[in-house]
């Protein structure tokens, strides 16, 4: 009899230590079972979670040529994304020659099922943002090997031979690459676009008189290589998260000395003896953190984004903002 309470007893501990265990320490990382996945998930087109905790069923593949358009990076297998993003980027690739744009370099769009990645990019994970080159599709088609290796143009100017993150190099920032980011951000469905903070002050330069657009392009670390494109949650997809309207215009005295002064200000030497920061490791997204229909996702049988001119036309036009822009200052 007592040896059976006491076998009870270490029975509902047990059960008690199991029960308070964080499930998600028994799982793999999710970037290793989305990264593994090489087509998308054979479902209705829908987003689940957020651009940085999310996943993304019925994914379709931009084709690696367009009339307008080049993939790059073909290895990385992240030119998945909702068809309305696809729609949105060959529109973009459509719409840029009328403002001198040759044709779009497109970086990574997603995975094929979304999800945290095994290298890069916070976000990307909904299948709802773009990297577009700032470089111009040259005329010639590139090779395989060439889309793995050939670099971009960085916009920033350079000082003493090292790129300076406080001055925008304006002979290559062309009227150009002004106008492939109006273009863009000019779109209804793009809720926002990043750039360095040098290209949103040479753009809060060009319009003072603050069109619409102008607020969604958003200053942000890195990207003086490319230019990211997002857009907000697709029609239909009530999983998605959207997320918060942008708050002003960004091109602010307040903004800018926040990037110039503090973000790109003179780094403070660390007083003699001192210990460095500490550097809190981020914990890998698991599965228990993703929405839980990224499970599904996740299993559900393949499809290789072939459909992707049917299914592309339920989602066109993108449609632009009906107010003309103003013209840019000269
Ligand atoms: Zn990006």
Redesign the pocket.
């Known amino acids: 009899m007592v040896r059976r309470l006491v076998a009870l007893a270490a029975f509902s501990i047990l059960i008690g230590l199991t029960g308070l265990m964080p499930a998600h320490s028994a799982e793999p990382a999710a970037k290793r079972l989305f990264g593994a996945k090489k087509d998308g998930a054979a479902m209705p087109a829908a987003v689940f979670g957020s651009y940085a905790k999310g996943c993304v069923a019925g994914a379709i593949k931009l084709e690696n040529d367009g009339p307008t358009w080049q993939a790059m990076r073909l290895s990385r297998n992240r030119h998945w994304a909702h068809p309305e993003l696809i729609a949105t980027v060959k529109q973009l690739s459509r719409d840029g020659k009328k403002v001198g744009w040759n044709g779009l370099m497109v970086?990574?769009l997603t995975q094929p099922r979304g999800g945290p990645m095994l290298s890069g990019?916070a976000?990307?994970q909904a299948g709802l943002?773009?990297?577009v080159w700032l470089t111009p599709m040259p005329n010639k088609r590139l090779t395989y090997k060439e889309r793995e290796q050939l670099s971009a143009t960085s916009m920033l100017a350079t000082r003493n031979g090292k790129l300076t993150n406080h001055k925008l190099n304006t002979r290559r920032f062309t009227k150009a690459h002004a106008g492939i980011i109006r273009t863009a951000a000019q779109y209804r469905n793009v809720e926002r676009i990043?750039v360095h903070p040098t290209i949103k002050r040479e753009l809060c330069r060009q319009f003072p008189k603050r069109p619409a657009w102008l607020k969604k392009v958003r200053a942000q670390f890195g990207h003086h290589y490319?230019f990211?494109v997002r857009i907000g949650c697709p029609k239909g997809s009530s999983g998605c998260k959207p997320q918060r309207a942008v708050p002003s215009y960004g091109c602010d005295k307040a903004t800018m000395d926040y990037w110039f002064k503090v973000a790109y200000g003179p780094r403070r030497k660390p007083k003699p003896g001192a210990k460095p920061p500490k550097i809190r490791k981020k914990r890998d997204i698991r599965m228990s953190d993703l929405p839980r229909q990224c499970r599904a996702v996740l299993t559900a049988s393949g499809n290789l984004g072939s459909q992707a001119n049917t299914v592309l036309s339920a989602y066109q036009p993108v449609g632009r903002v009906a107010t003309p822009s103003p013209r840019p200052k000269k």
């Open positions: 970086g990574d990019h976000s990307h943002d773009a990297d990043f490319h990211h």
